[in-house]
Nanobody, 115 residues
Framework: QVQLVESGGGLVQPGGSLRLSCVASGTTDRFHYMGWYYEAPGKQREQVAA???????HYEARARGRFTISRDIAKNTVYLQMNSLRPEDTGVYLC?????????WGQGTQVTVSS
């Protein structure tokens, strides 16, 4: 059974940084894409960034210039380096991974940006 497990969330002050990690287990397949979504309280889930197995990356506007996504293909792991964090970045960050026709989700890791 494929599982995605996120880690690295926590409480950080505005302007601070966090590095999220997501490890996929239960498969040796290489996902075409791995990425991150974000859920703020009471709002819809939004994409943050994604990375393909070909090295391509995509960032939504809120992440561009502040966040960096990277993958370790061999370890089936995706990272999200988040800098210059703002209170509005507070929420649950979820990892997803997949290819055409299937997709998996992690349970999420809480990020709280507050002074």
């Amino acid at each position: 059974q494929v599982q995605l497990v996120e880690s690295g969330g926590g409480l950080v002050q505005p302007g601070g940084s966090l590095r999220l990690s997501c490890v996929a287990s239960g498969t040796t397949d290489r996902f075409h894409y791995m990425g991150w979504y974000y859920e703020a309280p009471g709002k819809q889930r939004e994409q943050v960034a994604a990375a393909t197995d070909g090295g391509g990356t995509h960032y939504e506007a809120r992440a561009r210039g502040r966040f960096t996504i990277s993958r370790d293909i061999a370890k089936n792991t995706v990272y999200l380096q988040m800098n210059s964090l703002r209170p509005e970045d507070t929420g649950v960050y979820l990892c997803n991974a997949g290819a055409l026709g299937y997709e998996y989700w992690g349970q999420g890791t809480q990020v709280t940006v507050s002074s």
